[in-house]
């Protein structure tokens, strides 16, 4: 049986936003199991109410397709990252705003380079526990610590929030190359710097989400939790003012590992169905129901 984003599966055709389940996890360094991930997100969003109260809008309207899982191939990081870039491509080309659904962190980077090669130029918007810096980690350069070196070496220009846990050499990287860093403990101290983190992104922003950016007591189901992570109010107030000031390209979803706590991926599919409705409102595709409270 295919699994569908939410209770309405729209035709490919006639979709704006295509949901793409990436089940690749062959990255993980600690506890095993993203590969469920967009699975378990896909199952829990059929028990989402359509119409979403704090928007005053029902995101499901914008036309949303749930297409077929990225085939990934086993012990291959390179082969399964081409095939997460065409296939990524391929919706891109057919016009679609993609939301990938991993799977572990290390997919970004074909899904970045798969958007740069389809929309062109964009800064990068990560929210994480993890900086994701180290050249490679334990032997791969493909390891789900490793996208945003990659992707700092290719050009991108990177803000990232809600970071606790980073080595010494990825700090005076990220020093090094200007990226716009935004702890969890000054977070947590002085509150979300909305202004700031605006004004380190361009026009146009792509989203890349660890859901261990989220504390483990609201987001336990990951391969590397961490303490000290953000509320989901915060990551909603953070992606609500992204939304309402630049032109997102495209997201992704990442590093949930199901293990049996269902409210985490309740949780997890609430929030990539918001993050859809953030982007039917700024691309006029929804508008908020006068009655919105
Ligand atoms: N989810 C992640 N991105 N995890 C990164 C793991 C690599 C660094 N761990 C350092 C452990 C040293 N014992
Ligand atoms: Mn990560
Ligand atoms: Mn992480």
Redesign the pocket.
């Known amino acids: 049986m295919r699994l569908v984003f939410g209770e309405r599966d729209t035709p490919y055709e006639a979709a704006r936003v295509v949901v793409l389940p990436v089940p690749y996890d062959l990255s993980l360094?600690?506890l095993p199991g993203a590969r469920r991930g967009p699975e378990a997100i896909l199952l829990a969003s059929r028990e989402l109410e359509p119409f979403l109260l704090e928007l005053g809008a029902s995101p499901e309207e914008v036309g949303i397709h749930a297409a077929e899982p990225v085939p990934w191939v086993a012990g291959m990081a390179e082969e399964s990252h081409r095939l997460i870039r065409e296939e990524a491509l391929k919706h891109l080309r057919a016009g679609k705003w993609v939301v990938a659904l991993g799977g572990d962190?290390s997919i970004t980077h074909p899904l970045v380079q798969a958007h740069k090669e389809a929309l062109g130029a964009f800064s990068l918007l990560h929210i994480?526990?993890?900086a994701?810096l180290?050249p490679e980690?334990q032997g791969s350069v493909y390891?789900?610590?490793s996208p945003f070196h990659r992707l700092l070496q290719e050009g991108f220009s990177l803000a990232q929030v809600g970071i606790r846990?980073m080595?010494r050499d990825s700090l005076r990287l990220a020093r090094e190359k200007g990226v716009a860093l935004f702890p969890a403990h000054r977070i947590h101290r002085e509150g979300l710097p909305l202004k700031e983190i605006l004004a380190a992104l361009g026009k146009r922003v792509y989203i890349s989400l660890?859901f261990?950016a989220l504390d483990p007591s609201v987001m336990p189901s990951v391969?590397?939790p961490l303490p000290g992570g953000l509320s989901y109010r915060q990551v909603v107030d953070l992606l609500e003012a992204v939304f309402a000031e630049k032109e997102v390209v495209g997201m992704d979803f990442v590093?949930l590992s199901p293990n049996g706590q269902f409210h985490a991926e309740m949780t997890a599919a609430q929030l990539v169905y918001h993050a859809i409705g953030l982007k039917g409102l700024q691309a006029g595709w929804l508008s908020r129901e006068a009655d919105h409270i």
């Open positions: 360094s600690f962190h994480d526990a993890h994701d180290y980690w390891s789900h610590a846990a080595d660890d261990d391969g590397t590093e």
